[in-house]
């Protein structure tokens, strides 16, 4: 049974942190590139950030470069996403997949900027 399952989401002032983390089961996790997404109320879906197999190719979306790390070990089946100086904007539901057709997707974990 596929599983992707986030966590480390929670409530915090904006500039602060927050670590996520997708453990996943049930597929061989090294040989997809995973991705995070983000979707808040009222709006689309969208790309945070992607990681290949090898955590070599990494990709960030406009809004969160130079803010958000992603990275994973293959040898935990995995994947992590370091968000620091948060804003109010980066308020959303955070959901790990593996970019593969049709995608996994994990449940979600919401994430709350806010003073």
């Known amino acids: 049974q596929v599983q992707l399952v986030e966590s480390g989401g929670g409530l915090v002032q904006p500039g602060g942190s927050l670590r996520l983390s997708c453990v996943a089961s049930?597929?061989?996790?090294?040989?997809?590139?995973m991705t995070w997404h983000r979707q808040a109320p009222g709006k689309e879906r969208e790309l945070v950030a992607r990681i290949g197999s090898a955590g070599v190719f990494i990709e960030y979306g406009d809004s969160v470069k130079g803010r958000f790390t992603i990275s994973r070990d293959n040898a935990k089946n995995t994947l992590y996403l370091q968000m620091n100086n948060l804003k109010s904007e980066d308020t959303a539901v955070y959901y790990c997949s593996a970019q593969r057709v049709p995608p996994y997707w994990g449940q979600g974990t919401q994430v709350t900027v806010s003073s």
């Open positions: 049930g597929f061989t996790f090294s040989f997809y590139t």
